[in-house]
């Protein structure tokens, strides 16, 4: 009777099943990552924006890697330029932390003055790479749209995901930022800390 009662329903059993199908491969999908594909070897430096401040000096900044070191140039702001003043953040690889970085930038610049270079004292003795993937293979994810294929389109899984991560093969490690800064997605990677770096 059983038997009879499922040949006769196979198309309602059917549809019951294949969602259940469905969502358990996409939840296979993204389990083997997190078991297969080690955590990362590499600390990260990251940059971010501090809040608009009408008050602050109308100062612009640039940041890059230079040498294996971080450097920030600083010069005096066009009449109609925007200021955005950096923040920046190591991200350490064995406890899953970010800290911010403390920056000591200039509060005036003139038109007219030549710009300031400061080096930012990120790892002492160590070598900071600029390249976007690690040597370990992880790159960083910041505030992009998701695509998950087909099957997703189909099922609604496609959004723009806002999170900070180190992605690799998959894998996802969330980088929580600290306060007051949590909720900062304008973020972008500066470079990787080598020399040491690895486990």
């Known amino acids: ?18 969602p259940a199908v469905v969502v358990g491969f996409f939840l296979l999908a993204t389990a083997i990552p997190q078991w297969t594909v080690g955590p990362p070897d590499y600390d990260a430096v990251l940059r971010g924006v501090r809040p608009w401040d009408a008050n ?13 070191r971080v450097e920030i140039t600083a010069r005096a702001l066009e009449p109609n330029g925007y200021s955005q003043w950096p923040v920046m953040f190591l991200f350490d690889h064995r406890t899953l932390k970010t800290r911010e970085i403390p920056l000591n930038l200039p509060d005036h610049l003139s038109p007219g003055d030549p710009p300031q270079t400061i080096v930012v004292d990120v790892a002492p003795g160590r070598t900071i790479s600029a390249q976007l993937e690690a040597p370990d293979g992880y790159t960083l994810q910041s505030g992009q749209y998701r695509n998950p294929g087909l099957l997703g389109d189909v099922f609604g899984m496609r959004g723009y995901d806002a999170r900070v991560s180190l992605i690799k093969g998959g894998r996802r490690i969330p980088v929580e930022l600290p306060a007051p800064f949590e909720q900062q997605t304008t973020v972008s990677l500066v470079g990787w800390v080598l020399d040491g770096g690895g486990r």
């Open 56 to 68: 602050r000096p109308r100062v612009a900044f640039d940041v890059a890697v230079r040498d294996g």
């Open 1 to 18: 009777m059983p038997a009879r009662l499922l040949r006769d329903n196979v198309f309602l059993v059917a549809a019951v099943l294949l």
